[in-house]
C-alpha cells in the first residue's frame, strides 16, 4: 500500500506527519510537490523494509499499517509477529486518521445517524498523529465486540501475550476510566496538546 494513496485527499496532513518522522524538509502548504512525493517514496521505503522484515498481513490490516508513522509501522508488526501464537485471528481494524475522518467518525451518533464510536473530536486522539491503531479479534467470522466476559478476556489475554514483544506501546485497556481494549499506542511521555502541537509544526514527537 503506498502511502500516497492512504493520504491523497490530504496532502497537508502527509507532510505533518513526514516532517515530523524526519523525512520532509518542504513547507507545509498542502501541495503535492517534488519534496512531498521525494518524502512518499522514503516513507514508502522504510515501510517495505519493515514488511519485509516482520512479514505482512490481511489487505485492512495493511492498508491501516501504511497509516502510521514508520516507527508505529514497525511496533504494529511486531506486536502482530506476537499474536500470531494466540489462539484466534487478529487484525488491525483502524489507524492513523486525518482530522476530517476524526471529525466524520465523530459526528457519528450526533449530527449523523448511527451510534457513538468516539468522544475524541479532531485534534484531540492519537489516531490523528498516525501512532495508534485499533485491533480487532475473531474466531473464524465471529468478531469479538466484548459483548461477553469470555470476548473481553480474550482482549485481556491479548495484551498480556503481546506486551513483552512491544514494550514501547501503551494500552487502551490500562485507561483509568473509558477503557478501550482494541487500542494501542505508542508511547510519547507527552499530553495529547503537546503531540498535536508537534504535528502540526512538524516537530518529532516519537
Known sequence: ?????????DTLFFQRLAKASGLYSGSLDGSWGPLTQGAADAWDKLSAATAKTYGTFDPRTEENIAS???KAQ???RQFLVAAKVFPYTVKILSGGRTYAEQTAIYAQGRSRPGKVVTNAPAGSSNHNFGIAFDVGI??????????TKAQTDAYL????????AVLEL????DWKSS???PHYELHTGMTT?????????GRAYV
Open 193 to 201: 496538546k503537546q503531540v498535536r502541537a508537534s504535528l502540526e509544526s
Open 1 to 9: 500500500m503506498m502511502v500516497a494513496a492512504v493520504f491523497k485527499k
Open 170 to 173: 501503551d494500552w487502551g485497556g
Open 157 to 164: 489475554k491479548l495484551r498480556k501475550l503481546t506486551k513483552p
Open 74 to 76: 514497525r511496533a504494529a
Open 179 to 181: 477503557k478501550d481494549y
Open 138 to 147: 475473531f474466531d473464524g467470522k465471529t468478531y469479538f465486540t466484548g459483548a
Open 68 to 70: 502510521l508513522v514508520p
